[in-house]
Structures are given as structure tokens and as C-alpha cells.
Nanobody, 121 residues
Framework: QAQLTESGGGLAQAGSSLRLSCTTP????????MAWFRQAPGKEREFVAL???????TAYADSVKGRFTINTDNPNSMYLQMNNLKPEDTALYYC???????????????WGQGTQVTVSS
């Protein structure tokens, strides 16, 4: 069974918005790093966004900077707000939790099974 649970994916028109949610088994500890990655067919899994909860420090991929926002909903969940969606945002989106400030997938211990986002042109 998935260690984390994503929701909120679906179909969207270019220029519209979606909000993805991620729920953890317990609260998000202040020292934890929460991140989003995505993977399109034939592509490597790529970094999207992260947030360290004790400092609020965030990082975003250049391709989503200024359009996507990562933040917390409550003690055991967080979200990715995606605005001004583009067809190239189409991918399977994964939520991940770790302890290190990293943009490398292998540095994250806990993962969800993914939620599909499809953006039409």
C-alpha cells in the first residue's frame, strides 16, 4: 500500500488551475521535507517543488516557478497549487517525504502511488 496518498489530479485546459493534495500517515514534523515530483511517458522522474517545514524554505523547478505553490493544509497534509497549466505539465505527479533538502528522487524515503494530471492544449 502507498506510504502517502495523493489526490486532486484530473483533466484541465491550458491556462486553468488544479490543486493536488498529499496526506501522510501522521503529522508533518517541522523538520521534514515534503516534495512533489512528476514523470511523463518516456521521461525520467523530475523534481517539481519542495518545502522544509521548520523554516518554510521552498524550491521550485524553473519550468514551474511562478506558477506552482507548495504549502501545508493541516498537520498531516500538504498541497501543490498549480496555476496557468501548460500541456507540458502533463505527467503522473508523486508526493514524497524525506529528511534532507534535496531535488534528487533517491533521497526521499516515503512516496505515494501518483495522481495523473492531463492538460489539453
Amino acid at each position: 500500500q502507498a506510504q502517502l496518498t495523493e489526490s486532486g489530479g484530473g483533466l484541465a485546459q491550458a491556462g486553468s488551475s488544479l490543486r493536488l493534495s498529499c496526506t501522510t500517515p501522521g503529522r508533518i514534523f517541522s523538520s521534514a521535507v515534503m516534495a512533489w515530483f512528476r514523470q511523463a511517458p518516456g521521461k525520467e522522474r523530475e523534481f517539481v517543488a519542495l518545502r522544509r517545514w521548520n523554516t518554510g524554505r521552498t524550491a521550485y523547478a524553473d519550468s514551474v516557478k511562478g506558477r506552482f505553490t507548495i504549502n501545508t493544509d493541516n498537520p498531516n497534509s500538504m498541497y501543490l497549487q498549480m496555476n496557468n497549466l501548460k500541456p507540458e505539465d502533463t505527467a503522473l505527479y508523486y508526493c514524497a517525504r524525506g529528511t534532507d533538502y534535496s531535488m534528487v528522487p533517491s533521497d526521499y524515503r516515503y512516496w505515494g502511488q501518483g495522481t495523473q494530471v492531463t492538460v489539453s492544449s
